[in-house]
C-alpha cells in the first residue's frame, strides 16, 4: 500500500465543483471513477482544496493509497488518458503514508481575475468575471495591504460556516493589471469558506469607490460577514497551487 | 445611409471561422442574422479578417451599411443584447461610405499563444496550442527578429492561395514567456493565408530544435512553402485589434 499525491488542473466550467456529490459530475466524483478503473480497486481521494462549482485549479491537489505496482510518477500519464480534456493531472508522486493534504501546513496559492472593460470578452468569459465599471488599481493595492499578516477573517467567511477559528495568515495579496484583466493574487496558510471571493468582492467595490481603502480596517475589526462585500462570482477564481512545508 | 464599423470580439471554438457558409455557424453569419433582425433591413457584413475555424478575436473589425436612425455608437449595446455569449462587439462607430477594412492600409496584430508544459492546461486548452518539449525561447527571438521587415512571405502562404502579392511587412514580432504560456506577438500591415499559424508552426520547430534561427532567412529566400514548417493549430491563434491609416 502507498500514499500517491496528484496535482490536478481543471476547467470547473462544466462540474459542480470538487467534492462528490450524488447525481452532480465533480471533480473528485471523476478522479475516483477514473482511478478506480484505472487500478482496479475502489480508490477514494482527499483533496486540499474542496473548490466551488465554476472554480478552476492549475493546481490542486489530492491524494489517495493504492496496492497498485504501478510507480507513482508514472501514474499521471496512465490517468490522464482515461480523463476527460477538462480535468488533466500535472504531477504525481508518492507520499508519507500518513500525508493528509488538509491537515498540514501549507502555503495556498489563488488567482481572482476580473475583466475591466466595457464589454465582456468571450475568450475570456470562463476564466475571468466580467465588471464594466471602472476600477481604480491604486486604492485596491491599498486596500488589500491591509489584510496581509495573521488576522482574524471572520467577516470574510461565508455566514454559518462552522470551524475551529477564523484566524488565518496571508503572505502576499497583490492587484495587478494588464490592460483589461485585473489579476488579485493571493498566497495565504489556509482560507475560509468562499474567503477569497468575498475579498475579492470587496477589493472591487474599493476599486469602483463605494468604500475606501482604509474601511479594510473596520471590516477585520468588525468581525461579521455582513460588514464585508459581496461574494464575487466563482468562475473568476482558479486555484494556482499549494506548497505542503517539509 | 450610414457605414457603421464594429470591432467584434469572439471566443472561436463553436465557430466554422468568419466567413458565411450555408449549413455552418460563421461570426459573419450570425451577425448578418442579428443585425439584420435588429435592424429590421437585410445587413450583409465586410470583415477585416476573414479567420479561420477556432481562431478567436479581442478586436476584429466588420463594417456595414444601413438606414437605421440609431446612433452608431449605440449599436453595440443593442447587438450584444441579441448575439450570444461568445460573441461581443466591443465598439461601434460611423465611418467613412467608402470605407472599406480590406482594402486600406492597416496594422494588424495577431497573437499565437503556446502552452508549453509536460501536460495540458484544462482552462486554457481552447486558446493555446499545447506543446509539450521544452522550447527554447533566445532561439525563437532571434529566428522572430529575422522576419521583421518588408519580405516576400510566399514561403509563409498555404500552398495554392491565389494573391497578386507575397510581399508583406512585419513591423513587429516578439515572443514571450510567462512560467507555461509562450505568446507571439505578430504586427504586420496584412498577412497571407495561414502566414501566422504557419510562422508560429517554424518558430515552435526553432524552439524545440529541429532548426537553427539562422534557417529564417533560408526560408524566406526560397519562396516555397515546403520551405518553412508545419501550420499550427487554429486554436493557438488569436486575432488581437486592426489600427486604419487615417
Same mark, same amino acid.
Given at each position: 500500500m502507498k500514499r500517491v499525491m496528484l496535482v490536478v488542473a481543471y476547467d470547473g466550467t462544466g462540474y459542480h465543483g470538487w467534492q462528490a456529490q450524488p447525481g452532480h459530475t465533480t471533480i473528485e466524483g471523476v478522479l475516483n471513477e477514473k482511478l478506480s478503473a484505472l487500478l482496479q480497486e475502489e480508490i477514494t481521494v482527499i483533496g486540499a482544496s474542496r473548490t466551488d462549482a465554476g472554480v478552476h485549479s492549475y493546481g490542486n491537489v489530492a491524494v489517495f493509497d493504492t496496492n497498485t505496482r504501478i510507480p507513482a510518477e508514472k501514474l499521471s500519464y496512465a490517468l490522464n488518458q482515461r480523463l476527460p480534456g477538462d480535468i488533466v493531472v500535472q504531477r504525481s508522486c508518492e507520499v508519507a503514508p500518513d500525508f493528509h493534504p488538509r491537515h498540514c501546513e501549507s502555503r495556498k496559492t489563488y488567482e481572482y481575475r476580473i475583466w475591466n472593460s466595457t464589454f465582456p470578452m468571450p475568450a475570456r468569459r470562463l476564466d475571468t468575471f466580467f465588471y464594466h465599471r471602472p476600477l481604480d488599481l491604486e486604492a485596491m493595492q491599498r486596500a488589500a495591504e491591509l #489584510?496581509?499578516? @495573521?488576522?482574524?477573517?471572520k467577516s470574510f467567511c461565508a455566514a454559518g460556516t462552522a470551524v475551529k477559528t477564523t484566524v488565518r495568515r496571508i503572505y502576499s495579496l497583490s492587484v495587478e493589471q494588464q490592460k483589461e484583466l485585473i489579476t488579485i493574487r493571493v498566497c495565504g496558510n489556509g482560507f475560509l469558506y468562499n474567503m477569497v471571493r468575498i475579498l475579492a468582492g470587496t477589493l472591487i467595490q474599493v476599486g469602483s469607490g463605494e468604500?475606501?481603502? @482604509? @474601511?479594510l480596517a473596520d471590516i477585520l475589526a468588525a468581525k461579521d460577514r455582513s460588514a464585508a462585500g459581496p461574494t464575487a462570482?466563482?468562475?473568476? #477564481?482558479?486555484?494556482?497551487g499549494i506548497k505542503f512545508s517539509s
Amino acid at each position: 500500500m502507498k500514499r500517491v499525491m496528484l496535482v490536478v488542473a481543471y476547467d470547473g466550467t462544466g462540474y459542480h465543483g470538487w467534492q462528490a456529490q450524488p447525481g452532480h459530475t465533480t471533480i473528485e466524483g471523476v478522479l475516483n471513477e477514473k482511478l478506480s478503473a484505472l487500478l482496479q480497486e475502489e480508490i477514494t481521494v482527499i483533496g486540499a482544496s474542496r473548490t466551488d462549482a465554476g472554480v478552476h485549479s492549475y493546481g490542486n491537489v489530492a491524494v489517495f493509497d493504492t496496492n497498485t505496482r504501478i510507480p507513482a510518477e508514472k501514474l499521471s500519464y496512465a490517468l490522464n488518458q482515461r480523463l476527460p480534456g477538462d480535468i488533466v493531472v500535472q504531477r504525481s508522486c508518492e507520499v508519507a503514508p500518513d500525508f493528509h493534504p488538509r491537515h498540514c501546513e501549507s502555503r495556498k496559492t489563488y488567482e481572482y481575475r476580473i475583466w475591466n472593460s466595457t464589454f465582456p470578452m468571450p475568450a475570456r468569459r470562463l476564466d475571468t468575471f466580467f465588471y464594466h465599471r471602472p476600477l481604480d488599481l491604486e486604492a485596491m493595492q491599498r486596500a488589500a495591504e491591509l #489584510l496581509v499578516g @495573521e488576522y482574524d477573517f471572520k467577516s470574510f467567511c461565508a455566514a454559518g460556516t462552522a470551524v475551529k477559528t477564523t484566524v488565518r495568515r496571508i503572505y502576499s495579496l497583490s492587484v495587478e493589471q494588464q490592460k483589461e484583466l485585473i489579476t488579485i493574487r493571493v498566497c495565504g496558510n489556509g482560507f475560509l469558506y468562499n474567503m477569497v471571493r468575498i475579498l475579492a468582492g470587496t477589493l472591487i467595490q474599493v476599486g469602483s469607490g463605494e468604500r475606501r481603502p @482604509e @474601511e479594510l480596517a473596520d471590516i477585520l475589526a468588525a468581525k461579521d460577514r455582513s460588514a464585508a462585500g459581496p461574494t464575487a462570482p466563482a468562475h473568476g #477564481l482558479t486555484m494556482i497551487g499549494i506548497k505542503f512545508s517539509s
